[in-house]
């Protein structure tokens, strides 16, 4: 067993994902929530998973996403998963931030810490493909128009977004966010 913030975790825990220092919510992780993370962190990405390719820094990459569609209604919810890499160890406590925009301005804010919270990307070891999904529900009364999913990241404890360089096949808006998704509401 290794103590981390004053509670016993299993040893074999770290081994397995790295290092992971669980502080979520000052417990230790159950069986489930390990199996959970484990089955989130790839060896390589899927074949069919849309590249993109921004880096975050010097230390994350947006290596790709996919979406369930790309048609919705007013109140749906729909997945879109997200690949991210790491390319070395992140520095402070950084958190992925998801805007879901639509016409006329509106805005929904889906910010998290990966893997439903369970693996945080200061966690992350180098070399490792994360695959994190995201839960998007379209508000009741949206606009007809193309709603789009922009992501980034940002650091909690400044509030200060980490650049983005737009490499691969990344969409960026000169906000420090790439482009993940995008949806037509008829």
């Not at 790709?64 to 402070?92: C, I, N």
């Not at 406590?93 to 805005?107: I, T, Y």
């Not at 007809?144 to 980490?162: A, C, Q």
Request: glycine content about 10%; cysteine-free; hydrophobic content about 45%.
């Amino acid at each position: 067993m290794r103590r981390a913030l004053g509670i016993a975790v299993p040893l074999a825990f770290f081994a397995a994902v790295g290092g992971y220092v669980w502080s979520f919510d000052e417990r230790a992780p159950s069986a489930a929530d390990r199996q959970i993370v484990l089955a989130n962190v790839l060896r390589a990405l899927p074949d069919d998973a849309r590249r993109i390719g921004a880096r975050f820094g010097d230390a994350i990459e947006l290596a790709a996403a996919d979406q369930e569609s790309t048609q919705a209604m007013p109140g749906e919810e729909t997945k879109v998963v997200l690949y991210w890499r790491s390319l070395a160890h992140a520095a402070g406590d950084p958190r992925v931030f998801a805007h879901l925009e639509g016409p006329g301005g509106s805005r929904t804010n889906f910010d998290h810490q990966p893997v439903y919270g369970l693996y945080p990307i200061a966690s992350w070891k180098r070399g490792e493909i994360v695959r994190d999904e995201v839960w998007v529900t379209f508000p009741d009364r949206a606009r007809v128009g193309e709603h789009v999913l922009w992501v980034g990241l940002y650091d909690e404890s400044t509030g200060e977004r980490v650049s983005v360089d737009a490499a691969g096949d990344a969409i960026v808006d000169g906000e420090d966010r790439v482009r993940a998704a995008g949806w037509r509401l008829p």
